[in-house]
Nanobody, 126 residues
Framework: QVQLVESGGGLVQAGGSLRLSCAAS????????MGWYRQAPGEQRELVAA???????SYADSVRGRFTISRDNAKNTMYLQMNSLKPEDTAVYYC????????????????????WGQGTQVTVSS
């Protein structure tokens, strides 16, 4: 199994910045794509930004130019730098990882599978 731990959420004024982190752990994990999703009350979960194994990134139109996604493959960690935050950015942000892991039980690679973090609240005040 692969476990994801998110951090960095909080309360910030409009125009401020936050940096979210997502650390993946497991047995000899191999991470493919990684991404950040968000979900506001009464809204569907939406993709905010994604980064593949080679470092290619993509962004939702609503955050392009303000948010930057990055990853450290050596640390199995992903980041989301959020600048010029707006009240409409308020949501629970979820880390998503597509990864394979080593099974000591079956002595073979398992996956890849999709994994989700616990979510971290980002609140932007007016």
């Amino acid at each position: 199994q692969v476990q994801l731990v998110e951090s960095g959420g909080g309360l910030v004024q409009a125009g401020g910045s936050l940096r979210l982190s997502c650390a993946a752990s497991g047995s000899s994990i191999s991470i493919n794509d990684m991404g950040w999703y968000r979900q506001a009350p009464g809204e569907q979960r939406e993709l905010v930004a994604a980064v593949d194994r080679g470092g290619s990134t993509s962004y939702a139109d609503s955050v392009r130019g303000r948010f930057t996604i990055s990853r450290d493959n050596a640390k199995n960690t992903m980041y989301l730098q959020m600048n010029s935050l707006k009240p409409e950015d308020t949501a629970v942000y979820y880390c998503h990882v597509n990864a394979a892991y080593w099974s000591s039980t079956f002595y073979r690679q398992k996956g890849p599978y999709d994994y989700w973090g616990q979510g971290t609240q980002v609140t932007v005040s007016s």
